[in-house]
């Protein structure tokens, strides 16, 4: 089993990768979003759905600053954490989910190769994000428990 600053390593390198690597553009099945709602969108290429959180004050003649949050390895893909801490305005909010359970013990080399698998579903969201709705591609951040 990983030790606990190992998992915390890894997660930290995850957020780096991510904010520094991941490009937008991928499109997908546009779905029914509106301001003030949560609703959930099949992740393009996936088996999977996150959550998407438009803001109340939310504006298609702008860009918005984008937050994609991972609850925990064995949560469901939410937003309501990010609408409290927000009030619910000024973030489009991604609740993502995670492609294994929380349970899984891995060799570092297994680890990296998993990694790899959830940076390239992340980098499947954010692409649909980046299409779908006006998120500001210079404005993406990741965060998550």
């Not at 290429?45 to 994609?68: C, G, H, K, V």
């Not at 990010?82 to 909010?93: A, Y």
Request: hydrophobic share 40%; charged share 20%; aromatic share 8%.
């Amino acid at each position: 089993m990983q030790s606990r600053s190992c998992r915390h390593m890894a997660a930290a390198s995850l957020c780096l990768c991510v904010m520094f690597s991941v490009p937008a553009g991928i499109a997908g099945e546009p779905a029914a979003l509106a301001a003030g709602k949560d609703a959930a969108v099949k992740i393009p290429s996936s088996a999977l759905e996150m959550r998407i959180f438009l803001p109340s004050n939310y504006d298609p003649a702008q860009t918005w600053p984008a937050i994609f949050f991972y609850p925990g390895m064995n949560a469901e893909p939410s937003t309501t954490f990010l609408q409290q801490s927000t009030g619910g305005r000024d973030f489009i909010l991604v609740g993502m989910p995670c492609l294994e359970p929380g349970t899984q013990t891995r060799t570092a080399e297994e680890h990296k190769e998993y990694l790899k698998k959830e940076m390239e579903n992340l980098r499947k969201a954010r692409g649909w994000v980046g299409q779908n709705v006006r998120a500001d591609e210079q404005s993406a951040y990741l965060g998550g428990v």
